[in-house]
């Protein structure tokens, strides 16, 4: 049972980047995902949610401007980030609860930067 998180990078204000999170080990149609991200000195922070029935919710910082999205035939979840800023920098991590507990991913850095 595993998430594995993918496409962070370094980009520009306002540019966009993609992040993937692969699914594997569960039946993941069935479950909601989270996009959380945490930086160096500051909590973690929830981005987005998508539950089963692709019902989608966004932090207030997000809205408008990033899209969750899942792919149930490749156990995948996206997250469409546009119109990026500086305060975006962060670690992103992919989320769900299973058998009970909280399942993360190992992360992936986003830097928006000059």
């Known amino acids: 049972v595993q998430l594995v998180e993918s496409g962070g990078g370094l980009v520009q204000p306002g540019g966009s980047l993609n992040l993937f999170c692969s699914a594997s080990g569960f039946t993941f149609r069935n479950y909601f995902m989270r996009w959380y991200r945490q930086a160096p000195g500051k909590e973690r922070e929830l981005v987005a949610y998508?539950?089963?029935?692709?019902?989608?919710d966004y932090g207030d910082s997000v809205k408008g401007r990033f899209t969750i999205s899942r792919d149930n035939a490749k156990n995948t979840v996206n997250l469409q980030m546009n119109s990026l800023r500086v305060e975006d920098t962060s670690k992103y991590y992919c989320?769900?609860?299973?058998?009970?507990?909280?399942?993360w991913g190992q992360g992936t850095q986003v830097t928006v930067s000059t």
């Open positions: 989320n769900t609860i299973y058998d009970g507990r909280d399942l």
């Open positions: 998508i539950n089963a029935d692709t019902n989608t």
